[in-house]
């Protein structure tokens, strides 16, 4: 039969008690047995009344053993007392700490749903700054015909065009890297794999602290988060290859090439055993290492991992996708560091095709596709195409911001007539009329400039016919 807590305790007490009272009146028949031995003379006593003492001196240590055990338990008893109502104490703080904690999966949930939203308001602004920033580089048109000089002077002396100019701003593993994959298209033009959102969030930081040129923070952030990535998944797994890409990205910002290059070429041998020969993320690996070696000079080097990059997009997301337009861009403009123009009219053709058909004309990337084809053009002296290529993109820009040329707003270049010599209209003599095949574009720079100027006045509410002096203001 087994006792409960508290019938225990009571036992004990009662126990308790008992012995004490047992211990009384051991203690009285002791001490009234000694005060007999002590009337009585030494040779008085007997041996049987010492034997009596003796008894009841070892029952009293029996009793104070019993009562010393009895105390213990009581002690022991309230320590598991005490120890239970800890033990329900923690329990309410564990009750307490789950709501806090759930309460935190809330707020975490909610303020990762709020970092979604800006990270796409974030790639929105990126994609308006590089608009913003082609139409910025347009505007050097419309300075003084000194400076045209100027610009003329220099663009005879560079033989080969800046890598940092005509290749694409957004790298293919940041763009890669900023987009949702959520959707099933997304996961399919991944190969099955996706980039943890974590790696996606420290991509986004370290680009924020490279753009400000802390690269003493975004470069310790990328080595420990390889260390750690290397230590949970080892060397060989698709995510140490996206840090390593990462990386790379930070050392060319800082023109540290041999590093990134090495960096690079990890990273694509590890995409390349994991994922596939012709996965995706191998072809931007491939055309992050050719823009690294475009930027080094090293274009015969470059040229077949952009070939190689172009063949698996093709291969992977069809012949006529955006991308693919991309990465012909990039091949033209290899080609035409190396003097290969024939190759570049096609690349960009087809690029120029691509956008056309897929995006539609008004897309930025017709524009600058349709500019870089008229860049090839004139390295070849063929300045009626580039001519051609020239209004196109000035005459769609102005329909677009301004409506029809038709009428009394006709920009200047529309008066310019293809077969050179002829006369031009009265309204535009000073403009492109004796425009040349064997002439430079300075007129044609200087008409543009004019003609903005027009427009502008326009905006302000001016005649055209009617020259009014510039507010300084």
Same mark, same amino acid.
């Given at each position: ?35 007999? &031995? ?9 041996? &049987? ?13 029996? %009793? ?60 929105? &602004? ?11 580089? %347009? ?212 690029? &120029? ?39 196109? %993109? ?80």
């Amino acid at each position: 039969m087994s006792l409960s807590g508290e019938e225990l305790l009571c036992s004990t007490q009662q126990v308790i008690a008992g012995l004490e009272a047992l211990r009384g009146e051991n203690r009285n028949l002791l001490d009234k047995l000694q005060g007999a &031995l002590q009337s009585r003379q030494p040779e008085d006593c007997t041996g &049987l009344e010492q034997e009596k003492s003796g008894i009841i001196l070892e029952s009293l240590e029996r %009793i104070e053993l019993g009562l010393g055990e009895a105390q213990v338990m009581m002690a022991l008893s309230a320590h598991l007392g005490a120890l239970e109502a800890e033990k329900q104490k923690l329990r309410a703080q564990v009750r307490r700490l789950c709501q806090e904690n759930q309460w935190l999966r809330d707020e975490l949930a909610g303020t990762q749903q709020r970092l979604g939203e800006r990270e796409q308001e974030l790639v929105t &602004l990126e994609e308006q700054n590089r608009h913003l920033s082609f139409m910025s580089s %347009i505007r050097k048109y419309d300075e003084d015909q000194e400076h045209s000089g100027a610009l003329d002077e220099k663009e005879t002396a560079s033989l080969k065009d800046s890598l940092d100019d005509l290749f694409p701003t957004d790298e293919e593993e940041q763009s890669q890297m900023s987009r949702p994959h959520s959707s099933a298209a997304a996961a399919a033009q991944q190969g099955g794999y996706e980039i943890p959102a974590r790696l996606r969030t420290l991509h986004n930081l370290v680009i924020q602290y490279a753009s400000h040129g802390r690269y003493e923070v975004a470069v310790p952030l990328c080595k420990q988060a390889l260390e750690d990535l290397e230590k949970s998944s080892g060397h060989n797994h698709p995510d140490v290859a996206t840090m390593l890409n990462i990386l790379a990205l930070v050392y060319r910002d800082q023109n540290k090439y041999k590093e990134a290059a090495n960096l690079l070429n990890d990273a694509l041998a590890i995409r390349e055993k994991t994922l596939g020969m012709d996965h995706p993320a191998v072809a931007a690996t491939l055309n992050n290492l050719a823009v690294l070696y475009g930027k080094r000079g090293k274009y015969k080097e470059a040229e077949p991992l952009c070939k190689r990059a172009l063949e698996i997009r093709e291969k992977v997301l069809g012949t006529d996708h955006p991308d693919v337009a991309k990465q012909l861009n990039n091949l033209a403009l290899l080609c035409q560091n190396q003097g290969k123009y024939q190759e570049v009219e096609l690349y960009y053709e087809r690029a &120029l095709h691509i956008y056309q058909s897929r995006l539609g004309s008004d897309d930025p990337n017709v524009a600058k596709t349709k500019n870089n084809l008229a860049s090839c053009y004139l390295k070849q002296g063929k300045y009626r195409q580039a001519e051609a290529l020239y209004k196109e %993109i000035l005459t769609h820009a102005h329909e677009r911001e301004f409506g029809s040329v038709e009428g009394d707003g006709r920009p200047i270049w529309i008066h310019v007539l293809n077969v050179g010599g002829k006369a031009a209209s009265d309204s535009c003599q000073d403009g492109l009329g004796s425009l040349k095949r064997s002439g430079s574009f300075t007129k044609l720079r200087e008409s543009i400039r004019r003609s903005s100027e027009k427009l502008v006045r326009k905006l302000k509410g001016v005649g055209a016919t009617e020259p009014a002096p510039r507010n300084p203001g």
